[in-house]
């Protein structure tokens, strides 16, 4: 069994360009693997879903973008806080003319994109209501995935009663806002935080962590995204960052495979081997920051022609491999 | 437009020209996050003030290091000379993150007596409006634009912008904000509670007392108290808020104004990219060019991708340990090709859709930038690019 056995809402994060959608994706799949139905939602408005599993673009609709190997079923959701305001007042209020008339006065306006934390709990709220959901004597989805916004803005996003109480301290949206917390600081959530091995998102990374620690909300994996794959043994690497590699030795090489055999090929490559050393040093000191962090990690790889739906069934693989489902 | 089977080379954007130029005034980065705005606006600062522009860079949210490599340890509001910069060429440079909070106060100082000022402040709508509301941050961006730009001191300001849900949300969140400030909304919502929604009621259609119940019991009695207190102590600027989101707006139309869209060479981050430069053209806006960031180039030795990759493993698996370095060097040489030729292509597509934005690639390096030093090579690639 998995690192997560028992969480129903996978909570994924990121940096800005760290691949957490991807990762969202890949993730839902692993979940699925094996006949299960997961639910991957999105809640920035990107369509980066659609992209990703290379469907039209979502509507505030669940439709079912893949199948997981083994019988399991994907389905994703983009979440419009339009949508979400008016199917709330609907469900609680029953408002018919009243509904079109506060969206006339601006009100939805106001909720979906000026109020702070309301829009967080129309979105949130909407994949609170999906873990829960239930058809027959079970639950509709064995987890949901949410595509979050990335670190800088997650905190804020996901601790939704302290942002909302600051506006609205009593009353049903208050009410709401409590459901939705006590999900999120239970066993049954966990937020995982995708990163590179580079300076600035390992440091958002950890600023996360900590920030979500302080807040209670309960920390998943870290998640390495975009590992290129080492090729250089690591004894070499001393020698390849000082640009010292032996030179007779590759033309000898190159010679050997039938290319041509230059100086100027040779100092080529050795350029190329000293900028990947450095590289690889710079994340060996980062790998020890997240390692320090003291959450499961893992590795996923840099997939050099980009993300396609085959690609994805590698990168679910890798995180199934590594123990997280 | 180019009609051939090869998208043309775009225009080629000199950075170098734009901050020489002395009419420009004003430089806004803006992009997605994590495609470098932030480094590449105080780059541009730096660059810009070591030629001679006495330049000032307003920053929102900085990393950490880079703030401090400026010297920006304290969050106050004010613009600070930035230590080690050379200053020959008769520059100089300041820099500043904006404080949100602070810069709304100041806007109600301005426009109120003291007491009510005071009154302002310590109303609970007014301290989740001026630290929380979304949009708040881009309106006081630009608020801040405006007093820099009324200010003598500086011929030159490089902003960057709010790491929003949105690139466009730098354009449209003050408009909103502004207008939601002084809209009937704001007035309803203080108004239900002053008069327990009657005065509305003899002025608007039947079937609104629903609307202001319905409100009351969405929002709470008492929220609503606390916006009638904030409206009725902000009475004096009503109409004030949506004028000055407007006055900057107009100040970005200008010519004197320059926007750089910043992106990195990944999809997601092209295709904000797109939405901007089609949103700048669609307002007349005054589009500099596109930097694109990160991006892996490789040098020619006259081996291809596949190639290289088809000699690795011939070497390898002559299981020759003498050989064993030079296949690794190849397949390391052949992942960089794949990697440029993917950015190539991911460049080459935005340019087919925009064959008239200039662009300037900066490539990527391999360490990771948080001093004066870092910024000034990121400059030189200005150039290069």
Partial sequence: ?325 | MNPGPRAARPPHFDVDRLIDDRRIRIVVTCGSGGVGKTTTAAAIALRAAERGRKAVVLTIDPARRLAQSMGLSELDNTPRAVKGVDGEAGGSLDAMMLDMKRTFDEVVEEHTTPERARQIRANPFYQALSSSFAGTQEYMAMEKLGQLRARPDWDLIVVDTPPSRSALDFLDAPERLGSFLDGRLIRLLGGTARAGGRTYLKVLHAGFNVVTSTLTKILGGELLKDVSTFVNALDTMFGGFRERAEQTYALLKRPETAFIVVAAPEHDALREASYFVDRLSRDAMPLAGLLLNRVHASGAAGIGAEQAVAAAERLESASDEDHVLTAALLRLHADRLKLATRDERIGERFSTTHPDVPVTRIPALAGDVHDLDGLRQIGALFDAG
């Fill in chain 1, 1 to 325: 069994m998995g690192d997560w056995e028992g969480v129903r809402l996978h909570v994924v994060t990121g940096k800005g360009g760290t691949g957490k959608t991807t990762v969202a994706g890949a993730l839902a799949m692993a979940l699925a693997a094996g006949g299960r139905r997961v639910l991957v939602a999105e809640v920035e408005e990107r369509q980066g879903l659609a992209q990703l599993f290379d469907v039209p673009p979502l509507s505030y609709e669940e439709r079912r973008v893949a199948s997981a190997p083994g019988g399991g079923e994907v389905y994703a959701l983009a979440i419009d806080a339009r949508e979400a305001m008016h199917e709330y007042l609907a469900m609680f209020y029953r408002l018919g003319r009243a509904g079109r008339a506060l969206d006339k006065l601006g009100f939805v306006d106001f909720a979906t994109t000026i109020a702070p934390g309301l829009r967080d709990v129309l979105l949130t709220g909407k994949a609170y209501e999906a873990t829960r959901r239930r058809t027959a004597d079970h639950h509709t989805y064995d987890a949901v995935v949410l595509d979050a916004p990335p670190t800088g803005r997650v905190v804020r996003f996901l601790d939704v009663t302290t942002s909302v109480s600051s506006l609205a301290r009593v009353g049903p949206i208050n009410r709401q806002a409590n459901s939705i917390t006590d999900l999120i600081h239970s066993p049954r959530t966990a937020v995982h935080v995708v990163t590179l091995l580079e300076d600035m998102p390992v440091q958002e990374t950890a600023d996360a962590v900590a920030d979500l620690q302080a807040a209670h909300i309960p920390v998943g994996a870290v998640v390495v995204n975009q590992v290129r794959p080492p090729h250089l043994a690591a004894r070499s690497l001393p020698a390849a960052r000082r640009g010292r590699l032996d030179h007779e030795a590759v033309l000898a090489g190159l010679r050997a495979a039938g290319l041509p055999a230059t100086d100027a090929v040779v100092a080529l490559l050795t350029r190329e081997a000293a900028d990947h050393a450095e590289r690889t040093a710079l994340e060996k000191t980062q790998r020890a920051l997240v390692d320090d962090l003291g959450r499961p990690v893992y590795e996923l790889p840099r997939i050099a022609d980009g993300i396609d739906p085959t690609a994805l069934y590698e990168l679910a693989d890798a995180l199934a491999e590594q123990g997280a489902v």
